[in-house]
Nanobody, 117 residues
Framework: QVQLVESGGGLVQAGGSLRLSCATS????????MGWFRQAAGKEREFVAA????????YYADSVKGRFTISRDNAKNAVWLQMNSLKPEDTAVYYC??????????WGQGTQVTVSS
């Protein structure tokens, strides 16, 4: 089992940047895919980005491609989401997730990101 704790959320103006961090614990981190999801008020949770454990291949939602970058450091048991050129529609609670083969079963508590126009 992997435990996940997100940080780095906050309030930022449109066009600004934030870097979300996800600290993990648990022996299986290095063998798990890691992902970021988000849930805006009144909407369903949606996929944002993911990174595989074996070859660090990355995947992005079309809405964030070219603006967000996911990265990980297995030695530090950490994963990050660099968010640039933020838009008001990026406002949401962002969740870190982990799981084998991109099947995410472990979740953090979430961190709020608010982008003002």
């Amino acid at each position: 089992q992997v435990q996940l704790v997100e940080s780095g959320g906050g309030l930022v103006q449109a066009g600004g940047s934030l870097r979300l961090s996800c600290a993990t614990s648990g022996r299986t981190f290095s063998s798990y895919a890691m992902g970021w999801f988000r849930q805006a008020a009144g909407k369903e949770r949606e996929f944002v980005a993911a990174i595989n454990w074996s070859d660090s291949s990355t995947y992005y939602a079309d809405s964030v491609k070219g603006r967000f970058t996911i990265s990980r450091d297995n030695a530090k048991n950490a994963v990050w989401l660099q968010m640039n050129s933020l838009k008001p529609e990026d406002t949401a609670v962002y969740y870190c997730a982990a799981g084998p083969d991109l099947k995410f079963g472990s979740w953090g508590q979430g961190t709020q990101v608010t982008v003002s126009s």
